[in-house]
């Protein structure tokens, strides 16, 4: 499903009297010394420093809370039993630990519902980010927001165990497939871009969608992330096949998924902190391994 930051230039002023900025200096000497420590600031890409990030000083959609989106219904394995609130399944964790990074406990984060075609679209936002297996392209960041990528994804494709392209090996041998994928991803690119299916691909609204497409042979496969191809192929399918896995890069850099903000949010350089700090302590891999460590299993399909 699935490049830089917007940068706060500095204001620039003429220079004063040199006697005026001797007293100046003074003074700010003095001011420096008896001053406390000032908070930590966020940073943007280009090095200019933005806003605190001290919990205080954030810039919130409400005060006192941290706003988190996602789609409903949130399937496993981003989140468990459709209950973003559980702290269970990846994104929820990555969406906990963001926000104890950002000074806010588990109590002070508030969910709330944005379909996945809505949360890109140009506007103000009522979230603080949104957190939705959210592919990270050039296209989307016109109008939005993305923060540093927190998961790279591969694409995977699922049939049915019956199916003749069951043993396919290679992305040459699906070309013949009626492949089906949801509506506003990234998978459609990729399969278009990578596979070259001989007939349209079909487009369906939710993943559920998919799968009954699927059971219901209107489709021969589906594609989507590698996470959730494991979870539909153990959890929804009794005769599920996952044939194998595929990057898809848009023809830039692989692809990753970012939470999302307002476009020119204020928060935006406080969150790349903050994925940076679990990156830099291993939390991020944790979580990763935990919750999405058989996505690594499928095999590579060539081309």
């Given at each position: 499903?699935?490049?830089?930051?917007?940068?706060?230039?500095?204001?620039?002023?003429?220079?004063?009297?040199?006697?005026?900025?001797?007293?100046?200096?003074?003074?700010?000497?003095?001011?420096?010394?008896?001053?406390?420590?000032?908070?930590?600031?966020?940073?943007?890409?280009?090095g200019s420093a933005t806003a605190s990030c001290a919990t205080g000083s954030l810039a919130l959609y409400k005060k006192g809370q941290l706003t988190v989106a996602t789609d409903s219904p949130a399937y496993s394995p981003w989140f468990q039993n459709n209950d973003p609130a559980n702290g269970e399944g990846f994104e929820s964790a990555v969406a906990y630990a963001v926000a104890q990074e950002l000074g806010f406990s588990k109590s002070?984060?508030?969910?709330v519902v944005e379909s996945f075609d809505d949360s890109y679209?140009?506007?103000?936002?009522?979230?603080?980010?949104?957190?939705?297996?959210?592919?990270?392209?050039?296209?989307?960041?016109?109008?939005?927001?993305?923060?540093?990528?927190?998961?790279?994804?591969?694409?995977?494709?699922?049939?049915?165990?019956s199916s003749k392209y069951a043993n396919a090996t290679s992305l040459?041998?699906?070309?013949?497939?009626?492949?089906?994928?949801?509506?506003?991803?990234?998978?459609?690119?990729?399969?278009?871009?990578?596979?070259?299916?001989?007939?349209?691909?079909?487009?369906?609204?939710?993943?559920?969608?998919?799968?009954?497409?699927?059971?219901?042979?209107?489709v021969d496969a589906i594609v989507t992330d590698m996470p959730t191809v494991f979870y539909l192929a153990s959890a929804e399918l009794t005769n599920g096949k996952i044939v194998g896995q595929f990057s898809y890069d848009g023809g830039s850099s692989p692809e990753e998924f970012g939470l999302l903000l307002q476009k020119?949010?204020?928060?935006?350089?406080?969150?790349d902190q903050a994925i940076a700090k679990l990156k830099a302590?291993?939390?991020?891999a944790s979580i990763t391994k935990k919750w999405l460590a058989d996505a690594a299993d499928a095999p590579e399909l060539s081309q």
């Open positions: 499903m699935n490049e830089g930051k917007y940068p706060v230039s500095p204001l620039s002023s003429r220079g004063r009297a040199l006697a005026v900025l001797g007293t100046a200096a003074a003074v700010a000497l003095v001011a420096s010394a008896c001053a406390p420590k000032s908070d930590a600031t966020s940073t943007t890409a280009s002070q984060v508030k969910w679209a140009p506007g103000n936002k009522d979230f603080d980010f949104d957190i939705n297996e959210i592919s990270i392209t050039a296209q989307r960041a016109k109008a939005v927001d993305f923060s540093t990528g927190y998961y790279d994804a591969n694409q995977g494709v699922l049939t049915l165990s040459a041998q699906l070309k013949g497939a009626k492949i089906g994928v949801q509506v506003s991803t990234t998978s459609y690119e990729a399969v278009e871009d990578e596979i070259k299916p001989s007939s349209s691909v079909s487009v369906y609204n939710t993943t559920a969608d998919e799968v009954n497409a699927l059971t219901d042979h209107q020119d949010s204020g928060l935006t350089g406080c969150v302590s291993g939390e991020l």
